[in-house]
């Protein structure tokens, strides 16, 4: 069932009326939805760890709403975790609880401040992690690369995904050449299959902040095959949030890594090759894009695999790496 924005905002305004005037439904009732599918939007969403469990969590000026534990005291539906929200495309029931929480006293315990969250992995059960490489002119052009004419697409795994304020660890055994790559992370909220261009960002739940890293000795040493380099574990940080795809403008965005405190890598999304529009559209035709799905977009130039060769310092247990793109935050993670 497909829920517009005008029944939207109806229904969650009586829904936070209702538990603002302790009319929602009894201890007894099992809260279930009622505001129909959708995406979310408006929202700045993010999971963290509450124990052993991830919890979906919005970010507000009131601090992080735990949303599940919201839900609980105003008796509201609401998913209790991010990949939950994806894949069931219940933004319009987050929706309805974020508006009844800021406005109702009675939800005040479910917020708690963000310093000191420990961060889960934004998600953790994607369908498919696609990532796109050599997507921007001068990333191309420093790596001695043609522009590319169709997208160059490889894989990730979950197992490869990472979290905010995390760390990976390094496979010293295996390799010795370590890349940062910043990227915009695209997350679909509804199966998308051969959309066109023009309607596949419809199909799109919002974007996060994420790093490629990278084994350049994996990647470019095991006869041009660049999965073993690119996807062993841990190497998909991402976070530490999920904009929804209403406030964002992801072609037009800045882009920075930094490693110890100093600028490697700073551009804009407006150099890449393919768009967004383009990338949603194209690996749309060869595979289903499911809600939860990730696609990494490609990194800009200014990585260490594009500096002369007596110029690279790769990098090393203890480094700290910091990546952010505007207006989603900033992605940090050190280097065991």
């Known amino acids: 069932m497909s829920f517009d924005r005008r029944d939207f905002l109806k229904s969650a305004g009586a829904i936070g009326a209702l538990a603002a005037a302790g009319c929602a439904p009894g201890p007894s009732t099992t809260p279930a939805r009622t505001l129909g599918t959708g995406l979310a939007r408006g929202l700045t969403l993010l999971s963290f760890r509450d124990g052993t469990l991830d919890r979906l969590g919005a970010k507000t000026a009131k601090g992080i709403l735990d949303v599940a534990r919201a839900a609980e005291l105003l008796r509201l539906y609401a998913p209790s975790t991010l990949d939950d929200l994806l894949q069931q495309e219940d933004g319009p029931s987050v929706q309805a609880v974020v508006e009844a929480a800021l406005t109702t006293p009675a939800a005040a315990p479910a917020f708690r ?7 889960g ?6 369908d498919k992690i696609v990532c796109v490489g050599l997507n921007y002119r001068r990333h191309a052009e420093e790596v001695g690369a043609a522009i590319p004419a169709h997208p160059v697409l490889f894989n990730k795994f979950n197992a490869s995904l990472n979290t905010h304020r995390g760390t990976v660890t390094l496979p010293v055994d295996l390799a010795t050449q370590f890349d940062y790559e910043v990227e915009l992370v695209i997350v679909i909220g509804r199966t998308a299959k051969r ?6 960002l419809s199909h799109v739940a919002g974007y996060a902040t994420g790093n490629d890293f990278t084994a350049r000795d994996l990647q470019n040493g095991r006869g041009g095959q660049w999965m073993v380099g690119k996807a062993l574990d841990g190497f998909a940080p991402i976070g530490p949030y999920l904009v929804t795809a209403d406030q964002v403008d ?4 800045t882009i920075e890594c930094r490693v110890n405190g100093e600028t490697r890598q700073s551009s804009s999304t407006s150099d890449f090759i393919f768009g967004t529009r383009q990338m949603v559209s194209y690996i749309s035709q060869y595979f289903t894009l499911k809600p939860g799905d990730l696609i990494f977009t490609g990194t800009p130039a200014g990585v260490i695999q594009g500096m002369a060769p007596e110029r690279r310092q790769w990098l090393k247990p203890g480094d700290a790496v910091a990546c952010s793109v505007q207006g989603l935050g900033e992605l940090a993670f050190t280097l065991t």
């Open 195 to 200: 959309v066109s261009e023009a309607e596949a």
């Open 113 to 119: 401040p963000e310093e000191g969250l420990v961060y």
């Open 250 to 253: 992801p072609d037009n965005l």
């Open 121 to 126: 992995p934004l998600v953790r059960r994607p």
